[in-house]
């Protein structure tokens, strides 16, 4: 399994996890990706022959509850593999109930040829859009780990319009935390997020866009 065994390699040199571990999320990933569905049922029938579809299941279901992460650690992965240096990011919410429940997701993304790629994300224990010390949070987690320096503009759409100085101007700068000494363009989209996606694509394309002539 050459796949198997290059993923492996590489989740080993950047994750601090046991071999068990590693070898369980790298037989996830693909299967996930053969699969094309984050359904574990689904995944559990396209691991590796040799059990039954229930006790893949029952695998990685125990990864989800025992495994323990190192987020910045994943981020810091992906940054490698795509070979990022300054980068735009995107903020996102998406919000829906599962039962009672409310599953709502604020997302911090870097664009890479036109597609955004998730880096952090935090769970809001509420309905509904998110704060602006919410938003200030999840961009200092990449401050962090990555630096100011790193950070070139910050795309999001219209829910992120209306407080702290944020307006309803097509450029605006974001309050952002830890004294950064240049100002980050906040581009707000003021639309769907397939113009924003859209808008990603473009970015791609064109590296360095002057804002106020767009």
Partial sequence: MPNFNRLSETLTQNLSMNKARINCLSLMIIALITAQSSNLKKTARHLPKGGKTDSHYRRLQR?????????????????????????????????????????????????????????????????????????????????????????EMIVADREFVGENGLTGSPIITYPLPYGLRRTVKLRIIMASWYRLKSYCAMLAIKKHIDMGEY
């Fill in 63 to 151: 990864f989800f509850a025992e495994a323990r992460i190192d987020y910045d650690q994943l981020a810091l992965m992906i940054y490698r593999l795509f070979g990022l240096g300054e980068v735009t990011l995107t903020i996102d919410r998406t919000n829906w109930k599962w039962g009672k429940s409310n599953l709502n997701i604020f997302m911090l993304g870097v664009v890479y040829k036109g597609i955004a790629i998730p880096l952090y994300w935090q769970m809001l224990d509420k309905r509904g859009n998110t704060n602006h010390l919410e938003r200030c949070e999840l961009i200092e987690r990449f401050i962090k780990q990555f630096g100011k320096d790193n950070l």
